[in-house]
């Protein structure tokens, strides 16, 4: 299974991290310059981007992966 993408706030800039990594992709000033790279690579990979808020709550996802259709529940 593919590892998914996180955009996560980082001492007042924003970091990319992939799932399991230990550290960081990239590092960002703006979440805007961190969400365009993780869109990207998450398309690529076709998995899921996960966007956190600056109190590290997940505010946002977007899936680029295979989702079931039509979705259960």
Known sequence: MADNYHVVPNNGDWSVKKEGAGKASRNF???KEAI???RNH???EKV???IH?????IRER???G???FPPKG
């Open 62 to 64: 977007d899936s680029y």
């Open 42 to 44: 998450a398309r690529e």
């Open 36 to 38: 365009d790279y993780a």
């Open 48 to 50: 899921e981007l996960l």
């Open 29 to 31: 000033d703006t979440q």
């Open 53 to 57: 808020g600056r109190n590290g709550q």
């Open 66 to 68: 295979n989702d079931p």
